[in-house]
Nanobody, 124 residues
Framework: QVQLVESGGGLVQAGESLRLSCAAS????????MGWFRQAPGKDREFGTA????????LYADSVKGRFTVSRDNAKNMMSLQMNSLKPEDTAVYYC?????????????????WGQGTQVTVSS
């Protein structure tokens, strides 16, 4: 089992950047495929990005491709999400998630563990 805690959310203006972190504790962080999802008010939770166990492979939703960069440091049990050129439509609660079945999954039910989320608000 792994416990996940997100941090780094906040209020920024359009065009600015923000960096989110996901700290993991528990068993073997390197054995989990990891992902970031987000959920805006009144909308379903949507996939943002995924990263493989060693961090050498990544996958991005079209809505964030070219602006967001995911990375992980298995030695520190950390995953990060660098978000550049933020837009008001990026406003949401951002969640990190861990999957035991593989990496690259894009639907929430394929992830076994979730953090509590961190709010990102982008003003226009």
């Amino acid at each position: 089992q792994v416990q996940l805690v997100e941090s780094g959310g906040g209020l920024v203006q359009a065009g600015e950047s923000l960096r989110l972190s996901c700290a993991a504790s528990g068993r073997a962080f390197r054995s989990y495929g990891m992902g970031w999802f987000r959920q805006a008010p009144g909308k379903d939770r949507e996939f943002g990005t995924a990263i493989s166990w060693g961090g050498d492979s990544t996958l991005y939703a079209d809505s964030v491709k070219g602006r967001f960069t995911v990375s992980r440091d298995n030695a520190k049990n950390m995953m990060s999400l660098q978000m550049n050129s933020l837009k008001p439509e990026d406003t949401a609660v951002y969640y990190c998630a861990a999957s035991i079945i593989g990496w690259g999954a894009q639907i929430p039910r394929d992830y076994n563990y979730w953090g509590q989320g961190t709010q990102v608000t982008v003003s226009s």
